[in-house]
């Protein structure tokens, strides 16, 4: 049972402009979410987190956004830069000492 | 200061074998996850183990275990191998006190098995 959902495997995006990856979960205990960006032969680093007391987060170039009610964060990256070009995990937690819960990533492909 | 270092970085092993993955944390932290990357499966975790105790433990087969020494070094042992265990192997450190985020991870452990 996927508990956190990224439903695009790939995307691709020119440089310049805005990419968006999207991120489902099902469960309604996480409260902390993160994004993790991934280069090959490397480990996943963190790149942002929101808690979900709020619903917007900013750091940069990068936002997240969620929607409580629709169970549903998003990624936002403006602008695209070719060396955003990685696997994005999304992934959850609850609060405490639990787990971190990841989705399967998304291949983002920043064209120039 | 140091990252997380996993030790070896790439293993070929054959179906049946045992094999033993390393992972040093960031000093001073007490915790270490570890987490098996497939392609098109994600990140799925093993199990978390926090001041030598196992407290978190994820969907795997008993073949899979581990366990961490006093210095927050911390094993994983998968026996009895098999060809779907070649995955990369990943582990993350944390302070383990319940803080949200926090989590660095090592670049992993490539394991092939044939």
């Known amino acids: 049972d996927q508990q956190v959902k990224q439903n695009s495997p790939s995307l691709s995006v020119q440089e310049g402009r805005i990419s968006i990856l999207n991120c489902d979960y099902t469960?309604?205990?996480?409260?902390?979410f993160l994004w993790y960006k991934k280069y090959p032969a490397e480990g996943p680093t963190f790149l942002i987190s929101?808690?979900?007391?709020?619903d917007k987060n900013e750091d940069g170039r990068f936002t997240v956004f969620l929607n409580k009610s629709a169970k549903h964060l998003s990624l936002h990256i403006v602008p695209s830069q070719p060396g955003d070009s990685a696997v994005y995990f999304c992934?959850?937690?609850?609060?405490?000492?639990?787990?971190?819960?990841f989705g399967k990533g998304t291949r983002l492909s920043v064209i120039a | 200061k140091a990252g997380v270092t996993q030790t070896p970085r790439y293993l070929i092993k054959t179906r049946g074998q045992q094999v033993t993955l390393s992972c040093s944390p960031i000093?001073?932290?007490?915790?270490v996850s570890w987490y098996q990357q497939t392609p098109g499966q994600g990140l799925q975790f093993l199990f978390e183990?926090?001041?030598?105790?196992?407290?978190n433990k994820g969907n795997f087969p008993g073949r899979f275990s581990g366990r961490q020494f006093s210095n927050s070094r911390s094993e994983m042992n998968v026996s009895t191998l098999e060809l779907g265990d070649s995955a990369l192997y990943l582990c993350?450190?944390?302070?383990?006190?319940?803080?949200?985020?926090?989590?660095?991870f090592g670049s992993g452990t490539r394991l092939t098995v044939v």
């Open positions: 183990y926090f001041s030598e105790t196992q407290r």
């Open positions: 993350a450190s944390s302070l383990g006190t319940g803080e949200t985020g926090g989590y660095t």
């Open positions: 929101i808690s979900s007391i709020k």
């Open positions: 469960n309604s205990m996480f409260d902390y």
């Open positions: 992934a959850a937690k609850i609060s405490g000492n639990t787990p971190l819960v």
């Open positions: 000093s001073g932290h007490r915790s």
